[in-house]
């Protein structure tokens, strides 16, 4: 045996993204708009900038999300869902609102 774990050379890239989740795939929808929104940074970049474009196209695909599965959704789904749109449409609001105002 090598004494080398090969555990601990496994890097974010190895792991494989689950899918088929519903709230993992708001969850990531969400991030995106957090990211558009300049309320996290990009580790890309890390940076924080702000696109309102891609913010409002990401809020409003969530809110299309939530309009389009009402009554096709657990409970806790719709209400994740609609937590996760409604944060984001106040913090757009807040943040672009606010820009345009200047």
């Known amino acids: 045996m090598s004494g080398a774990d090969p555990e601990q050379h496994r890097t974010a890239a190895d792991v494989p993204l689950p899918g088929g989740d ?7 929808l969400s991030f995106q708009a957090m990211l558009s929104l300049g309320l996290i940074e990009n580790p890309l970049t890390g940076t924080k900038q702000v696109n309102a474009a891609n913010a409002r196209m990401l809020v409003d695909d969530l809110r299309m999300l939530l309009d389009k599965t009402r009554g096709n959704l657990e409970p806790d789904e719709e209400a994740y869902l609609e937590k996760v749109s409604g944060d984001l449409d106040r913090n757009f609001e807040r943040i672009v609102g606010d ?4």
């Open 22 to 28: 519903f709230r993992l795939f708001v969850t990531r």
């Open 99 to 102: 820009a345009e105002e200047e």
